[in-house]
């Protein structure tokens, strides 16, 4: 099983927890191991955790190095869930799956929708998508 790096928006808008907290519910009871700190947390609110910032950013950076792929829901732009796939791409070198809901923003990034190394999993319904994650996560190697 993997260890996975879930990513979300916190303060860039905090309506997506549930569906945060669905997704990551369905990959821990297929077995892997899922660090995601607040962004899953239904009383933290778009003020974030109360923790000081270096020790969230040093907390994070040390998750995204146990981690062997990120799970990054990309619907809500944040600049924090930009930071983590990039270091995750080009420091880290580990597989990402961004989940984008159609319909959300006006398209997703260009630089994440753009990048060919990212696995693209467009969506409506997160029923619908959950099986195409379960599945990329299961095969990171089929990635990009």
Not at 9 to 29: C, K, N, P, Q
Not at 77 to 93: F, L, Q, T
Not at 106 to 126: H, N, Q, T
């Amino acid at each position: 099983m993997a260890n996975i790096y879930f990513s979300g928006s916190i303060t860039g808008g905090r309506e997506d927890v549930a569906l945060y907290r669905r997704m990551i519910d369905a990959l821990e009871a297929d077995g892997h191991r899922v660090l995601a700190g607040a962004v899953a947390a239904e009383h933290i609110g778009d003020g974030g955790e109360s923790l000081a910032l270096g020790e969230i950013f040093a907390r994070d950076i040390r998750w995204l190095d146990e981690s062997d792929v990120v799970v990054a829901e990309v619907s809500t732009p944040s600049h924090g869930v930009g930071y983590e796939i990039a270091y995750a791409r080009y420091v880290r070198r580990i597989p990402v799956i961004a989940l984008y809901r159609r319909g959300r923003t006006k398209r997703c990034s260009a630089m994440i929708s753009g990048d060919p190394g990212i696995r693209m999993l467009e969506y409506e319904d997160v029923d619908a998508v959950l099986e195409s994650l379960r599945q990329a996560v299961r095969y990171p190697d089929r990635l990009p």
